[in-house]
């Protein structure tokens, strides 16, 4: 089994930054990607961030590309989201996922709660 435990969400200003991290634990091997996604109240959840759990490759939607960054430190099997210039549109549950196919993802987390006021 795979755990994800995300950490970092917070109530924040518009302008501001916050990090989040997932930790992975339990069978870490064969990973392929890891991801982020969120979901805000009322609409679908939605594709954030991914990043190659080995190797070059991190791909990003256009709606945070620039703003945001996904890096990974595989010796603590964690992944971060760096978010900056936060928008209140930015407000959402952001959840970490992995996959060890590399197109579906097959362990989520438990999300976390982002708050982005104006």
């Known amino acids: 089994q795979v755990q994800l435990v995300e950490s970092g969400g917070g109530l924040v200003q518009a302008g501001d930054s916050l990090r989040l991290s997932c930790a992975a634990s339990?069978?870490?091997?064969?990973?392929?990607?890891m991801g982020w996604f969120r979901q805000a109240p009322g609409k679908e959840r939605e594709f954030v961030a991914s990043?190659?759990?080995?190797?070059?490759?991190?791909y990003y939607a256009d709606s945070v590309k620039g703003r945001f960054t996904i890096s990974r430190d595989n010796a603590k099997n964690t992944v971060y989201l760096q978010m900056n210039s936060l928008k209140p549109e930015d407000t959402a549950v952001y959840y970490c996922?992995?996959?060890?196919?590399?197109?579906?993802?097959?362990?989520w987390g438990q999300g976390t709660q982002v708050t982005v006021s104006s």
């Open positions: 339990g069978r870490t091997f064969s990973v392929i990607l």
């Open positions: 996922a992995q996959s060890r196919t590399g197109y579906e993802y097959d362990y």
């Open positions: 990043i190659r759990w080995t190797g070059d490759g991190t």
